[in-house]
Nanobody, 123 residues
Framework: QVQLEESGGGLVQAGGSLRLSCAAS????????MGWFRQAPGKEREFVAS????????RYADSVKGRFTISRDNAKDTLYLHMNSLKPEDTAVYYC????????????????WGQGTQVTVSS
């Protein structure tokens, strides 16, 4: 059974940092794209960042560009999201996604999803 398990969320003050991790089990995604999405209360799930299979290509939402960094360790089947200069508007449940051929920014292009981890940024 394929599982994606996020960790690292929590409560942080504005301007602070967090690192999210997503550990994959049940199969390897070392040859597939992986990504992060988030969903705030009352809003649709939105793209945050994605990375291709090798880690050599990345995409970011404009709202996080320059503050967030996505990376992966294929030897550990783990995806990361380093979040700096956090803002209250970054508050959301963050979801790990896997198995996109094109490290897409579109929700429906992803086959596997984690359960999510809450990130709350206080002002």
């Amino acid at each position: 059974q394929v599982q994606l398990e996020e960790s690292g969320g929590g409560l942080v003050q504005a301007g602070g940092s967090l690192r999210l991790s997503c550990a994959a089990s049940g199969r390897t995604f070392s040859n597939r794209g992986m990504g992060w999405f988030r969903q705030a209360p009352g809003k649709e799930r939105e793209f945050v960042a994605s990375i291709n299979w090798s880690g050599g290509m990345t995409r970011y939402a404009d709202s996080v560009k320059g503050r967030f960094t996505i990376s992966r360790d294929n030897a550990k089947d783990t995806l990361y999201l380093h979040m700096n200069s956090l803002k209250p508007e970054d508050t959301a449940v963050y979801y790990c996604a896997a198995d996109s051929k094109t490290y897409s920014i579109v929700v429906r292009d992803w086959a596997y999803w984690g359960q999510g981890t809450q990130v709350t940024v206080s002002s």
